[in-house]
């Protein structure tokens, strides 16, 4: 294996992952960041964000010599083969194209600082044609021939950062510069020894494929969610709904979860992004268009859920949160469905109570006049009412009783699907949960048969509508 010298700029929950695998593969890493807090953290072995693993691989690392931290670029960038950028691209508030002035002063600032040959590899998300315009950044300072840019995105979860890393699905690699290519190959080499499907592409290419794959999964979710809302009318269940159609191996049985939303630091802001790309080619991309708008439809709705569980009003109650962040396993609050949902209820007269493992200190930055707990039992206390955010393991093993001994009222609000209906009955909780009958449609059953299963006239006989489906 080749070992390389390399550099990331932007230390952040990607920059900070990266580096630090690459030195666990043996590579020498340096992780560059504006941030001089972050960097004086890190080099006394403090890791500024939250990431089930990343301590002791980022405390290994370090112990070996492998992997340093620095603010000075001039440093990090001598006698170095590879540069990835993996800085923040976030969505600009006005239009919700990417922001990729972070981007664009690292090309400076590398354009400016390298002394030799290297290639310079974009990690953070980018739109189609960035790595164009970076190359012609680093062309008006260097000469020809002592640079390549590349794009090699990242598909690494929040939560299982570290283990996605080292065992992706694939590689995507995007290049036209056979140097570029052999010296990624040679970065990755570990991931080729196990046989880790590389897809070596043009860049602009590599660049689309980031964004094309968030859409999708972001759509698949949005999918699943109008589907749970189906189920709730028509009296059928969404949790094995998911099963039934996540066994057919054409459709996989991930993200097909129904939840509050998607948030994150991701999918709001790549579908946006795609959007804006298309929008600047004159192509209409209307599937992502209607999951961004069903999607933010969706984020608002569940006050309303959380409102119409308690009987309409939540003026002066107290509500708990379980789970601030946008998933569990990470302390990221960037668009997590929480803040919606606690700012609408506050509008409505809440007062907040909430208790997340990780998250606490990121919330406090985002969000106004939180009661903050340090474990649920606590923070549920005399609430009217509980609303269960974020699927973190630790709300999957409730004591329920003990939780309807703390509580003030009876009713919990699951958007999760984590708490057992029958068993949180048992108990004295009333759950109200995603994609299952609600009471007014368990009414409407037993009523009567709903309209569309009724025998079907002649004419929709002729074209096959209408008529109940065959069990098959
Ligand atoms: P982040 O905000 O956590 O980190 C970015 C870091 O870059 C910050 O620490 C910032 O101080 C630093 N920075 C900005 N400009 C700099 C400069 N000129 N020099 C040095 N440091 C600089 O961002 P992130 O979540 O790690 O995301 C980075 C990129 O990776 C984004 O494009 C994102 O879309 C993409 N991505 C993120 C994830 C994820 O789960 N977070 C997954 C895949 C891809």
Known sequence: MNLMKIAIIGTGYVGLVTGTCFAAW?????????????IAALSRGIVPIYEPGLEQLVADAASRKRLSFTVD?????????????????????????????FVYAAAQEIAQTLDRYAVVVVKSTVPVGTGDIIERILARVLPGGSFSVASNPEFLREGSAIADFQVPDRVVI???????RRVILDVYAPLI???????????????LIKYAVNSFLATKITYMNEIADLCECVGADIGELAIGIGLDH?????????????????????????????????????????????NNARKR????????????????????????????????????????????????????QAFDPAAMLEARKVLDDLTLFDNPYDCARDADALVIVTDWDVFKS???????????????????????????AL?????????????????????????????PSPSARRVGVLAKPHPH
């Open 73 to 101: 670029l001039v440093d990090a960038l001598k006698e170095v083969d590879v540069v990835f950028i993996a800085v923040g691209t976030p969505a600009r508030p006005s239009d919700g194209e990417a922001d990729l002035s």
């Open 26 to 38: 043996g590579h020498t890493v340096v992780c560059v960041d504006k941030s001089v807090g972050k």
């Open 301 to 352: 709705r569940m006050a309303l859920k959380v409102m119409n569980a308690v009987g309409g009003s939540v003026d002066g109650m107290k509500i708990a949160i379980f789970g601030l962040s946008f998933k569990p396993d990470t302390d990221d609050m960037r668009d997590a469905p929480s803040i919606p949902l606690i700012e609408t209820l506050q509008r409505h007269g809440a007062a907040i």
């Open 193 to 207: 020894a196990k046989n880790v499907p590389i897809v070596v592409t043009q860049r602009r290419t590599s660049e």
């Open 174 to 180: 995007g290049t036209e510069d056979d140097a570029a």
């Open 398 to 424: 409730l004591d329920l009783k003990r939780l309807r001994e703390d509580m003030k009222g009876d009713n919990i609000i699951d958007l999760r699907n984590i708490i057992s209906v029958p068993e949180a």
């Open 250 to 294: 054409r459709v996989g049985a991930t993200y097909l979860n129904v939840g509050p939303g998607y948030g994150g630091s991701c999918f709001p802001k790549d579908t946006l992004a795609l959007l804006r790309t298309a929008q600047d080619f004159g192509v209409s991309l209307r599937i992502v268009e209607e999951s961004v708008s069903a």
């Open 427 to 455: 108990h004295g909780l009333r759950v109200t949960n995603l994609g299952s009958a609600t009471p007014r449609a368990r009414e409407n059953m037993a009523r009567e048969t709903p309209p569309s299963w009724r025998a």
